[in-house]
Antibody, heavy 116, light 107 residues
């Protein structure tokens, strides 16, 4: 059974870059769309973007070009970088995998707080 | 961007009853790409229904989805105690992918 696990710092300072990695086990990222989704009490669930195993990416315009999603297919991982963070970027960040754009498998989530 | 509006915000029912949750889209959903997720406290969402009405693997048949165009419904027949959770709809046919605000199903 495929499992996804997010890792990275739980605290990031304002204006810095949030960096998270998703490690996939029990299955491959090849052939799938791998996404990042975040959740806050105020805005609910927000799709951040995806990367396809081919390298194609698609990002949510609401994040104003601050997002980069990359992958390391040899290690079955993909990553998120979000630049110039503010308190509004504090959230639970989930990595997900899916067939097409459907998200069918989620990581457990990682809480990231933005604070000085 | 397609905006999804879920109603009601909170639904109070008892085990054994039927729950009907609504999701309305601001424009037609492309290729019927509408999904429902269930989220329990402290857990990630889990996929229940995709393509409007197809149950995901392992999802009991008391969960059913219906609708078309811009109006969609998730029905949970004969509620079990474990069904009390928050439910989200999502459209995955147009970027940016979007979620509804959720319906909390409570006892």
């Amino acid at each position: 059974q495929v499992q996804l696990q997010e890792s990275g710092p739980g605290l990031v300072k304002p204006s810095e870059t949030l960096s998270l990695t998703c490690s996939v086990s029990g299955g491959s990222i090849n052939g799938f769309y791998c996404s990042w989704i975040r959740q806050t009490p105020g805005k609910g669930l927000e799709w951040i973007g995806y990367i396809h195993h081919s390298g194609t990416t698609n990002y949510n315009p609401s994040l104003n070009n601050r997002v980069t999603i990359s992958h390391d297919t040899s290690n079955n991982q993909f990553s998120l970088k979000l630049t110039s963070v503010t308190a509004a970027d504090s959230a639970i960040y989930y990595c997900t995998r899916g067939h097409g754009w459907l998200t069918d498998t989620w990581g457990q989530g990682i809480l990231v707080s933005v604070s000085s | 961007e397609i905006v999804l509006t879920q109603s009601p915000h909170t639904l109070s029912l008892s085990p054994g009853e039927r729950a009907t949750l609504s999701c309305r889209a601001s424009q037609s959903i492309v290729r019927d790409y509408l999904a429902w997720y269930q989220q329990k406290p402290g857990q990630a969402p889990t996929l229940l229904i995709f393509a409007i009405s197809t149950r995901a693997t392992g999802i009991p048949d008391r969960f059913s989805g219906s609708g078309s165009d811009t109006d969609f419904t998730l029905t949970v027949n004969t509620l079990e105690p474990e069904d009390f959770a928050v439910y989200y709809c999502q459209q995955y046919g147009s970027a940016p992918l979007t979620f509804g605000g959720g319906t909390k199903l409570e006892i």
